[in-house]
Each structure stands twice: as C-alpha cells, then as structure tokens.
C-alpha cells in the first residue's frame, strides 16, 4: 500500500490544504448562511449571491443545482456545505446518504445499527 492510498481510501473524502485553498470562497459563502438576513439574499437571488462571493462557473453551478457531491469536489468542507443543506431544510443525514448512495432512510438505519459495514 503506498501512502498515498492509504492517505486518501477511495471511500474517503479528504479536505486538506490544497482542498480548503479551492474552495475558500465557497466556503465562505455556506458559512454567510448562518446569519439571517445572508440566507434571505441568498434565497432572493441565488445566483447574484454567488457572484458576490466571486465563485469559480464549476462552483456556482454545483451551488444553484445543490450538487452536493460537486461542491465537496470543488473544495466545499462538508461542515460548511451543511449550512447550505440547512437553509433547504436537509438534515446531515440527508447528506450522508447522498455521499454514501444510500436514501435519507437507509443512512439513518445504518448509523442506528452501528455505521456501516460494507466499506
């Protein structure tokens, strides 16, 4: 096993330096959501708020069509990305099945009965 494979599992999505630098705008627009008034510009004009945050074309995309897994590939802290999950009212589990190809449901099933074990 070479360090890179073990550093970075293909199951395993790896936010680090390089990574956070890409998406430090993105990011800083998920964490704008946590204030009121932030979530109401952006719910008026989505793609305006994005602009304001000088997001790359790729990451405006990913935001407006809430590509979830495209906003991680583009730099997004999936802690960050939640806050945008928030505003549509998904929850973190929502999420996980999203990034693991399991429904809402079935994720929370999984992590009831102890995570999941087919990985």
Known sequence: ?????RLEPPWTYVFDGPTSRRGHQMNKLFM???????REDFLT???AYCRRFALSDDQ??????R????????????FY???LAMV?????QYL????????????KAAMLAGGRTDV
Not at 1 to 5: K, Q
Not at 32 to 38: G, I, P, V
């Open 1 to 5: 096993m070479t360090s890179r494979s």
């Open 32 to 38: 704008s959501l946590r204030e009121t008034r932030a």
């Open 45 to 47: 004009d989505e793609d």
């Open 60 to 65: 405006t995309r990913a935001v407006l069509e």
């Open 67 to 78: 590509d979830w897994r495209a906003m991680l590939g583009l730099g997004g802290s999936i």
């Open 81 to 83: 990305v939640y806050k």
């Open 88 to 92: 549509d009212g998904l929850s973190m």
């Open 96 to 107: 996980g099945g999203v990034f693991t190809g399991m429904s809402e449901a079935e994720f």
